[in-house]
C-alpha cells in the first residue's frame, strides 16, 4: 500500500520529470500542465499515453490508472518518470534512400539506439556512425541531453574511409583536390578550398543539392572522388512595373541589370533599351552585377521608361477613325506618327509590348479599349 504522501520536494521533481517528458514528445504546452492530483487515467484522457502505458512505473512497482501523484511513496523512492514511455525516432538511411521507425526512451543512449537498428537491419554497431542535426553523435550520449524529440529524424551514414580525397571547382573553373574527413562540415572544407584557391568560397552544392555549412559530410552521403561545385544560388527578386504590377523573377548574385532586363523582356515584351531598372533611388548599369548594389532575397526594384521616354494613354477611337480589325500595331504607330509627327518607340496592351505584325483584333483590342503609347 502507498499511503504516505509524497514530500514537496519529491513532488516537484516528480512534477518536473514529467514535464520534461511531455516537451520530448512535443505536446503542446496547454497540455503540459501536470497536477500533483493527476492520475494515469487522466493522462491517458488526454491522450498523452495510451498504447504503452503498461510500461508505466514507479519504485519498480506498475502504476494504476486510479493511482494519484501524491500517493506515489516517499523520498527513498527512485524516480523514473521521464523514462516511463517510448516514442518514436526516424532513422534515415541516405545511401539506401529510405527510413525505418526506432523506438526509444529518453533515457536511452546512442549506443542503444544503434544496437536496436543493428537487431533490426542485420548491421553491426561498428560499421555506420548516427548524425543528428548535421554532426556526428557520441555513443555515450542520452538521447536527451541532444534534445532528440519524438519522431526526430536521426541519419544513419556507413563508417567509410575517415579521409577522403574530393574535389572542389570554383566558379573560375579552376578545380583543386582536398584530403579531408567525413566527419568535417562543409564549412571546413570551404575554408580549406579557399586557402588553396586563394578567395574565399561561396555556397557548395554536391548533384545540384545546396550544403549547409554547419553540416559534415557523412550527412550528404559524399564518397571518394566526388566533384563539389561553387555556384550562386538562385533567390527571387521582384520587379514593380511603371504600370504598378509586380513581376517575381529568378536570379542569382551574379546576374547582371542586363540579365534582369531581358527577363522583364521574357514576360512582359518591353523592348530592353526601353527599359530603366531603379533600386534604392539609383539607376542601375546593366553591365554590373546584382551583387555589387547589395541587392538581395525579396528585394523590390521598379521598372521605369529610359529617361528619353514619353508615355500617353490613348483610346483606340481616338487614334484613327479608319481603324478596322485589320490594322495591325504597325499600323498603329504609323498612323499615331502622321498624327503627332513623332516617332511611336511601343505600343503596349494591359502592360504588355505589342508585336508589329499582329494586328488590334488578334489580341482582342477593340475601339473602346486604351493604349499606353511610348514616344
Given at each position: ?15 518536473e ?11 503542446e504546452?496547454?497540455?503540459r500542465?501536470?497536477?500533483p492530483?493527476?492520475t494515469?487515467k487522466n ?12 510500461d ?18 516517499n523520498?527513498t ?6 523514462n ?10 541516405p545511401?539506401e534512400?529510405?527510413t525505418?521507425?526506432?523506438?526509444a ?9 544503434k ?9 553491426e554497431m561498428d560499421?555506420?556512425?548516427l548524425v543528428?542535426?548535421?554532426k556526428l ?7 536527451s541531453?541532444l534534445?532528440?524529440?519524438n519522431?526526430s529524424?536521426?541519419?544513419l ?20 583536390k ?26 557548395l ?15 550528404y552521403d ?6 563539389l561545385?561553387?555556384?550562386?544560388p538562385q533567390?527571387?527578386i521582384?520587379?514593380r512595373?511603371?504600370?504598378?504590377r509586380?513581376?517575381t ?9 542586363q ?16 527599359q530603366?531598372?531603379?533600386?534604392a533611388?539609383?539607376r ?9 548594389y547589395?541587392?538581395q532575397?525579396h528585394s523590390?526594384l521598379?521598372?521605369?521608361f529610359?529617361?528619353?521616354s514619353?508615355?500617353?494613354h490613348m483610346?483606340v ?7 478596322s ?10 498612323l ?15 502592360k ?11 489580341y482582342?483590342?477593340?475601339?473602346k479599349?486604351?493604349l499606353a503609347?511610348?514616344?
Open positions: 500500500m502507498r499511503e504516505k504522501l509524497v514530500p514537496i520536494s519529491l513532488m516537484n521533481i516528480i512534477l520529470k514529467i514535464a520534461e517528458y511531455l516537451h520530448l514528445m512535443d505536446i504546452k496547454e497540455d500542465k501536470v497536477k492530483t493527476e494515469i493522462f491517458n484522457e488526454k491522450g498523452i499515453i495510451s498504447e504503452n502505458i503498461q508505466c512505473s514507479f519504485s519498480s512497482q506498475p502504476l494504476k490508472d486510479d493511482e494519484r501523484l501524491v500517493y506515489l511513496g523520498l523512492d527512485h524516480v523514473v518518470v521521464n516511463f514511455f517510448r516514442f518514436k525516432l526516424l532513422v534515415k538511411i545511401s534512400k529510405r525505418i521507425v526506432v523506438e526512451r529518453a533515457l536511452d543512449t546512442v549506443q542503444r539506439i544496437s536496436s537498428i543493428q537487431l533490426r537491419e542485420g548491421i560499421q555506420f556512425s543528428y542535426e548535421g553523435i557520441e555513443e555515450d550520449r542520452i538521447l541531453s534534445n532528440v524529440k519522431e529524424t536521426i541519419c551514414v556507413f563508417c567509410p574511409k575517415d579521409v577522403l580525397s574530393i574535389y572542389v571547382k570554383a566558379l573560375t573553373g579552376e578545380v583543386v582536398l584530403k579531408v574527413k567525413v566527419t568535417f562540415t562543409v564549412a571546413d572544407v570551404k575554408a580549406i578550398a579557399g586557402g588553396k584557391l586563394g578567395s574565399s568560397v561561396g555556397s552544392f554536391y548533384l545540384g543539392q545546396q550544403l549547409e555549412d554547419s553540416k559534415i559530410l557523412a550527412c559524399i564518397k571518394e572522388e566526388s566533384m561545385e561553387m555556384l550562386h533567390f527571387q521582384f520587379v512595373t511603371w504600370s504598378g509586380t513581376l523573377l529568378d536570379v542569382k548574385q551574379s546576374s547582371t541589370v540579365d534582369v532586363k531581358d527577363k522583364i523582356f521574357q514576360k512582359l515584351k518591353i523592348p530592353v533599351h526601353l530603366s531598372i531603379v533600386f533611388g539609383k542601375l548599369e546593366k553591365g554590373r552585377d546584382l551583387a555589387s547589395s541587392i532575397k523590390t521598379c521598372m521605369v529610359a529617361p528619353s514619353t508615355i500617353m483610346k477611337s481616338k487614334i484613327s477613325r479608319h481603324i480589325h485589320l490594322t495591325t500595331v504597325r499600323d498603329v504607330k504609323e499615331l506618327r502622321s498624327k503627332k509627327g513623332i516617332p511611336v518607340k511601343e505600343v503596349l496592351f494591359e504588355a509590348a505589342l508585336h508589329d505584325d499582329i494586328s488590334l483584333d488578334q482582342g483590342i477593340h475601339k479599349a486604351t503609347i511610348v514616344y
